[in-house]
C-alpha cells in the first residue's frame, strides 16, 4: 500500500513562500498515480487546489490558487512538490497530498497523506 508523507509546511508570512513536499515512503507505485494537494480549513469543505498527472506533463489548479501555486512531481524520488507563492490569508489550511486515479485530475483520491498545517500570519 503506498503511503504518503507531507513536510514543509508552517507559519508563513503574507506575500510570503511555502514548499510542501510528499514522499511516498513504500514508493513502488508512486509514478502510477496521479499526485494531488486538497486542503481543509475547520468548518469548510475540503478544496481540491492542484493536481499533477503521472508524467508531470500536466497540471490542474484550482481558480483560487492559480498563478501562485506550481505543483511539480520527481518520480525518481517518489516525490512531489506544492510551491506557494504569494501567500494570502486564505491559504491557511491543512494540506493533504493524495494519490488518485490517473487522468481524474484527483477527483477519485485512493490514498491520503496525514496532512501538513499552513499558517498564515505576520
Known amino acids: 500500500q503506498l503511503q504518503l508523507v507531507e513536510s514543509g509546511g508552517g507559519l508563513v508570512q503574507p506575500g510570503g513562500s511555502l514548499r510542501l513536499s510528499c514522499e511516498a515512503s513504500s514508493g513502488g507505485t508512486f509514478y502510477t498515480y496521479a499526485i494531488g494537494w486538497i486542503r481543509q480549513v475547520p468548518g469548510k469543505e475540503r478544496e481540491r487546489v492542484s493536481c499533477i498527472s503521472v508524467s508531470g506533463g500536466s497540471a490542474y489548479y484550482a481558480d483560487s490558487v492559480k498563478g501562485r501555486f506550481t505543483v511539480t512531481r520527481d518520480n525518481a524520488k517518489n516525490t512531489a512538490y506544492l510551491l506557494i507563492d504569494t501567500v494570502k490569508p486564505e491559504d491557511a489550511a491543512v494540506y493533504f497530498c493524495?494519490?488518485?486515479?490517473?487522468?481524474?485530475?484527483?477527483?477519485?483520491?485512493?490514498?491520503w497523506g496525514q496532512g501538513t498545517p499552513v499558517t498564515v500570519a505576520s
Open positions: 493524495v494519490a488518485a486515479q490517473p487522468g481524474s485530475q484527483c477527483r477519485n483520491v485512493e490514498v
